[in-house]
């Protein structure tokens, strides 16, 4: 394999001159490319903050951790210091030392091949059309349904709701990422203002009513942050979840100015604004909801409704309000996730790794893969619609089990995201590194290693809930958690991720033979008739 090279970037607004070179580049080489026609660079430092805290705050894991009652915020506490702070060195480092577009499908394929990257990237990219159209789109419709309008639940205006929720995600993904950000932006800003007046207001409702949500759990037996081994078994998959995916704007690395010097700082901000984003909302939930009261797919506005008490007459439109913000957070979060994961797919496609090359065609005009854009909303309304019948109309298991499927796939792909990065730390010792892990090679691989038992623990309680605690003597009664059985469950969940790595080698396989014709015709064509 070659050396991976990095390239002087070109002027802001232009695409690298060496474009038409690069996108001629053998179809079989090793090498990735290391430019992309038709993109433009928009993004600067605080773009590419904005669009980490767009992403990975999630509102509807807010409520899912704090379902995990007072220990929740002792283990948010501790995952936040024990893999957050390991998980941002790393791709600080990385991601300031590699910033071609792609982002971790680049850093798996110079780590291990185009296989295993053209998976990794399905993993990660179908997680999130799953999501938007799981989770995302069933939280916004309750919340919706809830506090603004009422929709019912499986009506032709429930159907409505959830489709134009998708589309309007998928198509601020369309649009030019110079426009596209700002949504984005927009996203970031509601959700650090809907969840600081949530917690201000939690504040002055404790105050005057008392924090009686943290005098201990529901049998009020032990203390409030005492943690247990089954608490941590049952949050650790969705805290993970929570954490991750502060290397998602790399997916756009050629789109930034100056990667090398902005992605380190970006990263470690959005990373303690997240940190700040998760653990004061749940202890605020926690203080002011009953213990064993907080249900995962209301647990934010279930605690608004509570505290917005406060505020007297004008609490129904503060209310109603907060429901508005909250479900534009919800649509923003969509849309930077498909901005960011339908480009890495886009990536694996253009380089011969995913079906057909022009699956990751980036628009002339708009600098943005339209066709995986459409792709994700196709899965996302057709698992919108599969989730509905399976659920039966019931929005509470449908995102139990939806999250979880999210939670499996992001997981699992970083079981090879991770290893890629030492690789690339170790064989590719002469790249250009503007920022450093503490204590050089040895502090990353310790880092790498502590991150990667994490992700490992957390896809195997996502994936076999209850085999830990049974292997612990720990009481873990499934249907009682999950509402389904555990057949149904591990068929759902078990039977994507088979699905998924059938669709990726099947992907690789036609791919593979596409580029095997593309060759052949090249050597027979005739002098002077090009490819193109």
């Known amino acids: 394999m070659p050396d991976y090279k990095p390239q002087a970037a070109p002027p802001p607004g232009t695409t690298n001159p060496a474009d038409a070179e690069s996108s001629r580049a053998p179809a079989d080489a090793e090498s990735t490319p290391t430019s992309t026609p038709n993109l433009h660079r928009s993004l600067r430092r605080f773009d590419i903050t904005a669009m980490a805290v767009a992403a990975v705050i999630s509102f509807d894991t807010v409520g899912q951790i704090a379902t995990g009652g007072g220990e929740a915020v002792t283990w948010t506490a501790v995952i936040a210091v024990a893999f957050l702070v390991p998980y941002a060195l790393l791709f600080a480092e990385t991601g300031a030392a590699f910033p071609q577009e792609g982002g971790p499908y680049v850093w798996v394929k110079l780590a291990f091949g185009r296989l295993t990257a053209a998976i990794t990237t399905l993993f990660y990219w179908v997680t999130n059309p799953i999501w938007l159209g799981g989770s995302l789109v069933f939280l916004a ?12 639940q499986g009506t032709f205006a429930d159907y409505a709701f959830k489709t134009v929720f998708i589309w309007t995600a998928i198509l601020t993904a369309v649009v030019s990422l110079r426009r596209g950000k700002w949504i984005t932006t927009a996203g970031a800003a509601a959700k650090v203002l809907a969840l600081t007046v949530f917690t201000a207001t939690a504040v002055a409702y404790g105050l005057e009513h008392g924090f009686q949500g943290l005098t ?3 049998d009020h037996t032990t203390a409030a942050f005492t943690p247990t081994t089954a608490g941590f078994l049952a949050l650790v998959p969705v805290l993970l979840f929570a954490y991750v995916g502060f290397e998602a704007p790399n997916a756009a690395g050629e789109e930034m100015h100056n990667p090398q010097r902005d992605v380190p700082t970006a990263l470690g901000r959005s990373a303690a604004i997240a940190a700040a984003c998760y653990l004061l909302p749940v202890l605020a939930i926690l203080s002011v909801v009953p213990p064993g009261k907080v249900t995962g797919i209301g647990g934010f506005m279930e605690g608004a409704q509570t505290i917005f008490t406060v505020y007297g007459g004008a609490s129904g439109a503060l209310l109603k309000a907060i429901a508005l913000l909250f479900v534009f957070a919800l649509l923003t979060q969509g849309s930077a996730w498909m901005i960011v994961s339908d480009r890495m797919q886009a990536m694996a496609a253009a380089d011969g790794g995913f079906f057909s090359r022009k699956l990751g065609a ?5 600098g943005t893969p339209v066709r995986t854009n459409l792709l994700s909303g196709a899965i996302a309304t057709v698992f919108m ?3 509905m019948r399976l659920a039966d109309g019931d929005a509470a298991a449908v995102f139990s089990v939806v999250l ?7 997981l699992l792909s970083y079981l090879t995201v991770i290893p890629a990065l030492a690789v690339l730390r170790l064989r590719h010792r002469d790249v250009p590194r503007p920022y450093r892990v503490p ?3 040895k502090g990353f691989m310790i880092c790498a290693a502590l991150v990667y038992a994490w992700i490992l623990t957390g896809s195997w309680a996502a994936l076999f809930p209850g085999t830990l605690e049974a292997l612990l003597g720990i009481t873990y009664d499934f249907h009682d958690t999950w509402g389904v059985s555990r057949t149904a469950f591990e068929a759902f969940t078990l039977g994507t991720v088979v699905a998924l790595l059938l669709i990726g080698t099947i ?8 580029n095997t014709r593309a060759r052949v015709c090249a050597v027979d064509a005739p002098v002077g008739l090009g490819m193109n």
């Open 216 to 218: 201990g759990t529901a």
């Open 404 to 410: 979880t499927v999210a939670v499996t796939t992001l």
């Open 141 to 152: 419709a309750q919340t919706w349904d809830g506090f603004v309008f009422r929709l019912g």
């Open 385 to 387: 619609v599969a989730a």
């Open 362 to 366: 980036f628009h002339p005009t708009l």
């Open 439 to 441: 204590f050089g090679t």
């Open 507 to 514: 992907g690789h396989a036609v791919a593979g033979k596409a």
